[in-house]
């Protein structure tokens, strides 16, 4: 209730997990002309026991509502599904899935397009994850909320403004690469190599800066030469032994020599 303060009285509807679902909390929200939608934990209290304890077959569903407007339905599919809704009854739909035509309850139907996006950023929150076991709280959350979240928020930004698509592992790393490449053209490469040095152009950056080849090379193979213009960093540092004198960034520039 203290997290939802801001938008009570405004006609909202919450899509809530079986964490917070619960037929308390629906009367609450209905009290503040706020809607409720979520999956519902069985033992819960004040849950209409014969809606909880029917035994259903595949596609049946049953349902109950109070006076408040409290609707409980318990649908089975390839396993039972226990919802809560404020602004539904019992209502049938059929709906196309990718493989075949389906009937689902109203309620399940809202509820999935009302939890999609957030299933979304979760399931590409966890691909690359940055999160390690820790004994302190904090450093999870920091890491959480710096290294993920942010960067998830950021990357469908990227998406929606530029019109690009990449996956999230390849949008961490032209991050990382655009966040060191100030850092990486004022290095200076002090190994001893008799042959190949990375040097740096003389003159305006904005007029000296080019794409590094082998990052371009790399993302026009993966991404296509269009998006590989957006994404490929530009430097001023160059190989001054190799024939073409490419420019380089100095990982690209390890790798090669």
Known sequence: MNLCENIFHKGHTLYTDNWYTSVNLAKQLIQKNTHLIGTLRSNRKNNPKEVVFKKLKRGECVAQESKEGITVLKWREKRDVLLLSTKHTLEIKTVRTKSKIVTKPTIVIDYNAGKKSIDLSDQIAAYSNPLRKSMKWYRKLGFELLL????????????????????ITMFRKQLIDTLVQEKEEEQVDTRVNPQHHLKKKEGSAHKIRKYCTECYQYNAR????????????????????????????????????
């Not at 950021?154 to 530029?162: D, M, P």
């Not at 213009?229 to 090669?256: A, D, G, I, R, Y």
């Open 148 to 167: 993920n979240t942010a960067v998830v928020n950021s990357f469908f930004i990227h998406q929606e403004t530029t019109g690009q698509k990449m996956s």
């Open 222 to 257: 993966m991404l296509g030469p269009k998006t590989a213009k957006n994404v490929t960093p530009k430097v001023t540092t160059f190989c001054n032994e190799c024939t073409q004198k490419p420019h380089l960034c100095l990982s690209c520039f390890n790798k090669l020599h």
